[in-house]
């Protein structure tokens, strides 16, 4: 693993949630790592095809990448877009048995809005 790298795996273990490429490149140049943005995306998806790391699709073009690797759901704030994580238990051995085969893995995704933007949604009326 580069330098680089294992700055970009450290802080994203030392965060208290989930992170964009560009925030932490910034995290980065605040710590006086050197990478240009580029070069932290090239790492970021090194290490989630090497497994330290997973990344999680948003579907607006930008992926955010979370720690936590073992299988679980995630619900985005369509408001804010602040991502949660969610542990459904045994949902793999339940898809399981809606189908003929086992399922090897899942993308759980859940839209909602968070209690912060329902409470401001008021603010404006």
Do not use: W
């Not at 932290?40 to 999680?56: A, D, K, M, P, Q």
């Not at 607006?60 to 542990?87: L, R, W």
């Not at 086992?102 to 409470?119: A, E, H, Q």
Request: net charge negative; aromatic share 6%.
């Amino acid at each position: 693993m580069t330098k680089l790298m294992q700055s970009l795996y450290d802080i994203l273990n030392n965060s208290c949630g989930h992170l964009k490429a560009y925030d932490i490149h910034k995290i980065c140049l605040e710590k006086g790592i050197k990478g240009s943005l580029s070069s932290v995306y090239r790492c970021l998806n090194l290490l989630v095809e090497e497994g330290y790391i997973s990344r999680i699709r948003l579907g607006d073009g930008e992926d955010i990448f979370d720690k936590t690797i073992t299988p679980h759901g995630h619900m985005i704030c369509e408001c804010c877009g602040k991502v949660k994580d969610i542990e459904v238990p045994n949902i793999q051995d339940h898809l399981g048995t809606l189908n003929d085969g086992k399922i090897l893995s899942y993308d759980l995704k859940i839209k909602y809005i968070c209690n912060d933007c329902i409470g401001g949604m008021g603010d404006d009326k």
